[in-house]
T-cell receptor, first 115, second 115 residues
Framework: AQSVTQLGSHVSVSEGALVLLRCNYS??????LFWYVQYPNQGLQLLLK??????LVKGINGFEAEFKKSETSFHLTKPSAHMSDAAEYFC?????????????FGTGTKLQVIP | GAVVSQHPSRVICKSGTSVKIECRSL??????MFWYRQFPKKSLMLMAT?????????EQGVEKDKFLINHASLTLSTLTVTSAHPEDSSFYIC???????????FGPGTRLTVT
């Protein structure tokens, strides 16, 4: 079984401030972890992914995330928030074995950037 | 990068009619496609997984006779909502995965409104 918990359904930060979106996972096998961003009425865009290589993963738009096995966490960060970062962010864990794949999404965190 | 399209982006239909949504992988062969449903302010719920040339696997609680999925080619999957009801109104998102790949590439979504 696998699950994803995103702490905080809404996060507000000032423009230029640090962005920290939290994600904790549980998985019975080594996980593949993803962060996606969704703008209103659009699909999901991949920000970054962890697939058992480097634990610090850099993504698009200045975002990065660190896989911490001891804490079962994969928090998303960005040093300086931009107005265009306002969107909904989803953490996901993928169980992948041969041809079988199951994705479990977190409940999402809506990021508000205050000018 | 891999691009997935959906058509239509928005559709309004009358109660009792059927509506078909197309999902296409534009620049890669998608051996597996996934259909999700997203309720307002909610995360994505996996409806079904379809492998090219075989029957779709539906998640528990999803009516296979109501949500017909066809994956006839390596670049096209369709979701047909039959005898639509207002409660079927939702945002439907597809994703596609290439053979041997881990990452799912998401379409832009289709907003279905049943009146």
């Amino acid at each position: 079984a696998q699950s994803v918990t995103q702490l905080g359904s809404h996060v507000s930060v000032s423009e230029g401030a640090l962005v920290l979106l939290r994600c904790n996972y549980s998985s019975s096998v080594p996980p593949y972890l993803f962060w996606y961003v969704q703008y209103p009425n659009q699909g999901l865009q991949l920000l970054l992914k962890y697939t058992s290589a480097a634990t610090l993963v850099k993504g698009i738009n200045g975002f990065e995330a660190e896989f911490k096995k001891s804490e079962t966490s994969f928090h998303l960060t960005k040093p300086s928030a931009h107005m265009s970062d306002a969107a909904e962010y989803f953490c996901a864990v993928i169980r992948h074995s041969g041809g079988y794949q199951k994705v479990t999404f977190g409940t999402g965190t809506k990021l508000q950037v205050i000018p | 990068g891999a691009v997935v399209s959906q058509h239509p982006s928005r559709v309004i239909c009358k109660s009792g009619t059927s509506v078909k949504i197309e999902c296409r992988s534009l620049d890669f062969q998608a051996t597996t496609m996934f259909w999700y449903r997203q309720f307002p302010k909610k995360s994505l719920m996996l409806m079904a997984t379809s492998n090219e040339g075989s029957k779709a696997t539906y998640e528990q609680g999803v009516e296979k006779d109501k949500f017909l999925i066809n994956h006839a080619s390596l670049t096209l999957s369709t979701l047909t909502v039959t005898s639509a009801h207002p409660e079927d109104s939702s945002f439907y998102i597809c994703s596609a995965r290439a053979r041997g790949g881990i990452e799912q590439y998401f379409g832009p979504g289709t907003r279905l409104t049943v009146t």
